[in-house]
């Protein structure tokens, strides 16, 4: 498994743990009222789970599993793309799912550079990915 997927992966359990504490948070919060700050914390407990979780998930397996024919065991796609995807995925997280907590325009302004970062890190794996989506066992076409 290559350094970049252990890393997507290890960040996708991180936030599985702090998402799923949020969710129950959220989740006490109705039955027991803890505060009006509470419930703002929804964008964070969907941004972590879906993108954090999930599609980071999604992202360190695919770059571990993808077919690599006929190239070394270690071929992987370009490393610097991988990174590239991680940082600005994760930064999209953190932007999307806490920016709407900053103060004031803030909030409104940081959610969208979140999406942007997430949409470039979507860019950045699925071009670097793109050449190992083939059947597995065939010769590159
Ligand atoms: C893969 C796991 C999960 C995902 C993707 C997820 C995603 C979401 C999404 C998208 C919403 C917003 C729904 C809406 O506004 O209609 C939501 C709300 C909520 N989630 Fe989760 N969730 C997950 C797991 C959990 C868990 C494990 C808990 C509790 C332990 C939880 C507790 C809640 C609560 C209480 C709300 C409602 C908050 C409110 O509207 O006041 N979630 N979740």
Do not use: C
């Not at 129950?24 to 009222?33: D, Q, W």
């Not at 964008?43 to 999604?58: D, R």
């Not at 610097?80 to 004031?104: E, K, S």
């Amino acid at each position: 498994m290559p350094r970049t997927s252990r890393w997507f992966i290890r960040a996708s359990l991180v936030y599985l743990a702090v998402g799923f504490t949020l969710g129950a948070l959220l989740l006490f919060n109705k039955g027991v009222p803890l505060g009006s700050a509470v419930p703002r914390l929804l964008p964070a407990h969907i941004e972590f789970l879906l993108a954090g979780w999930v599609i980071q998930l999604v992202m360190g397996v695919a770059t571990w599993i993808f077919p690599r024919f006929g190239v070394a065991r270690s071929a992987y796609g370009s490393e610097a793309a991988t990174w590239v995807a991680f940082a600005l995925l994760n930064g999209g997280v953190w932007l999307a799912g806490v920016g709407p907590l900053a103060p004031g325009h803030l909030g409104d302004v940081l959610p969208i550079a979140g999406r942007l970062a997430e949409t470039g890190a979507a860019g950045a794996f699925a071009a670097n990915i793109w050449a190992r989506v083939r059947a597995s066992g065939l010769s590159p076409m």
